[in-house]
């Protein structure tokens, strides 16, 4: 049972343009959401993150949109830089663990 | 300061057998937790130590178990290797637990056959 749902396994994007990467989640009872990036041979470094109580937060060219009622939250990267391309995880905070969708190839090309 | 490191980086076991995966946490980070990732499934939380003692688990069977030791050195164990064992392993350090300040390390690259 996948509490943390990224259904778009791969993404496409052109540099300078947006990238919109997606989650969903199913326990409303979550209330922190992180998002990690991961990089080939690398573990996951935190990206952004999201209480709650707001239903944005934003850091540089990272945005992050929460939509409580929908349980829904999305990333925004703009603009998109080849060095974004990675695979990026949403997760959950779940008294005292963190749950993780299945992540998100992100590919931006030139 | 150094990363959180894993050891060994590669390995290949058959069905079966067991494995023993170790993790350094970062320097004075006394919170290490275990992940499994697999293409299907993500990032699963196999389970958390803090100062020697498991604090949270996640839904794994009885053959997945670890331990932490009093440097905060932890290691993870798998008994009688099943081909779906087949993963990379992920150990996070942080100083209590706090997720939002978890720090990875590189992981193991576990290939059952």
């Known amino acids: 049972d996948q509490q943390v749902k990224q259904n778009s396994p791969s993404l496409s994007v052109q540099e300078g343009r947006i990238s919109i990467l997606n989650c969903d989640y199913t326990?409303?009872?979550?209330?922190?959401f992180l998002w990690y990036k991961k990089y080939p041979a690398e573990g996951p470094t935190f990206l952004i993150s999201?209480?709650?109580?707001?239903d944005k937060n934003e850091d540089g060219r990272f945005t992050v949109f929460l939509n409580k009622s929908a349980k829904h939250l999305s990333l925004h990267i703009v603009p998109s830089q080849p060095g974004d391309s990675a695979v990026y995880f949403c997760?959950?905070?779940?008294?005292?663990?963190?749950?993780f969708g299945t992540g998100t190839r992100l590919q931006v090309f030139p | 300061k150094a990363g959180v490191t894993q050891t060994p980086r590669y390995l290949i076991k058959t069905r079966g057998q067991q494995v023993t995966l170790s993790c350094s946490p970062i320097?004075?980070?006394?919170?290490v937790s275990w992940y499994q990732q697999t293409p299907g499934q993500g990032l699963q939380f196999l389970f958390e130590?803090?100062?020697?003692?498991?604090?949270n688990k996640g839904n794994f069977p009885g053959r997945f178990s670890g331990r932490q030791f009093s440097n905060s050195r932890s290691e993870m164990n798998v008994s009688t290797l099943e081909l779906g064992d087949s993963a990379l392993y992920l150990c996070?350090?942080?100083?209590?637990?706090?997720?939002?300040?978890?720090?990875f390390g590189p992981g193991t690259r576990l290939l059952v056959l």
């Open positions: 996070a350090s942080s100083f209590t637990g706090a997720e939002e300040t978890q720090y």
């Open positions: 326990n409303s009872m979550f209330d922190y």
């Open positions: 999201i209480s709650s109580i707001k």
């Open positions: 997760a959950a905070l779940n008294t005292d663990k963190l749950i």
């Open positions: 320097s004075g980070h006394r919170s």
């Open positions: 130590y803090f100062s020697e003692t498991q604090r």
